[in-house]
């Protein structure tokens, strides 16, 4: 599995969380199992490979992060949909930009045009093309507003050799 089919599940994930009274764990514990996963992966490719660890912990992070922080995502996603109502929007452009939103600021290891890339991409797949160029416009006004700009070539301090550091 990747991690761009990782970031899906997470997302779709992250949806869910927006219909239901579950916690975040209850909702992992619930569908972040092989035997979920050999339900709905007959009809559903995406789940046709169970994640591995490193892939379970990195869909859990999204989603817990999600979770947690979800009253601050939604502040920023209200904020850039000038002009829109935020309960207006599209549902499932609020879990991807969610989920996107939630890399760019808590997880420095993927780099914020990677996330909105992903994001995006993913938009494609599941919206009309209007709503690809809203959730573009709106990560990109984010980032552009929230973030400070990224270093160029320079690896994180962690990914460094001792005496580069």
């Known amino acids: 599995m990747t991690r761009t089919a990782a970031r899906e599940i997470a997302v779709h994930f992250a949806f869910e969380l927006g219909f239901t009274n579950q916690t975040a764990e209850e909702l992992l514990a619930e569908a972040l199992n092989r035997k979920t996963f050999e339900q709905i992966g007959e009809e559903e490719p995406l789940y046709a490979e169970f994640p591995n660890e490193k892939q379970r912990e990195y869909i859990s992070k999204l989603v817990k992060g999600v979770y947690e922080h979800s009253p ?8 850039y949909a000038i002009g829109w109502k935020y309960s207006r929007l599209n549902r499932v452009a609020i ?5 996107a939103m939630y890399e760019i600021l808590y997880m420095q290891d993927i780099p914020n ?20 160029s809203f959730v573009n416009g709106i990560l990109g006004s984010f980032v552009r507003n929230e973030c400070p700009p990224e270093p160029v070539g320079l690896k994180p301090a962690a990914e460094r050799p ?4």
Request: net charge negative.
């Open 72 to 79: 601050e995502l939604d502040e920023y996603i209200s904020k």
């Open 95 to 99: 879990a991807i930009m969610r989920v």
């Open 113 to 132: 045009a990677a996330a909105i890339n992903e994001a995006v991409e993913m938009t494609k797949h599941y919206e009309e093309p209007e709503v690809v």
């Open 162 to 165: 001792q005496d580069e550091a």
